[in-house]
């Protein structure tokens, strides 16, 4: 079955509008689903604004990345855990942390704060070492949505 999430100002009225029996898990600010890209943008149409995108690949699993960073100003390395998404590709996820955004200083420091270490933020720069790297999927458990679709206030009437 492909997988298709949603997020948006409406995604909430979109959920609803989900036929009953449909497998969905809740990721954060967006919502992975089931179902097949057309008919969840028909569906999106209906109830207002919500952006639909297709999964990168049919993997019903959550893709996890665990990294060890280490930096002078830390008393030890720090463990941290990222999920990035149902199905989000692997060969991404190292390339994020090795190459792209998570490469650098300023949001290397950023996750280390957020993992709740006291640190400080820093510029951009190469100084916290990423030691050790860890990207695989994990099952998740997915939710079946039960009663039925129920039409939203937002809904606009048939043409
Ligand atoms: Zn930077």
Known sequence: MPI???WGRDAEALF????AGTKYYPEGGAWAVQMAERPLRDLADTVGECIVTDSNDNDDRMTVAI???DHPDLARPV???EDLGIGFPLDTTEWIWTQGNSSCDCNRSRAII???IDFHELGCGDTIELTKMLVYREDVPWRVKDG???A???RKSSP
């Open 79 to 81: 463990t941290i855990r």
């Open 152 to 154: 939203h206030p937002n």
């Open 67 to 69: 990294v060890v960073l």
């Open 114 to 116: 957020r993992a709740g």
């Open 4 to 6: 298709t999430r949603f």
């Open 148 to 150: 039925p679709a129920r």
């Open 16 to 19: 609803d509008a989900l036929p």
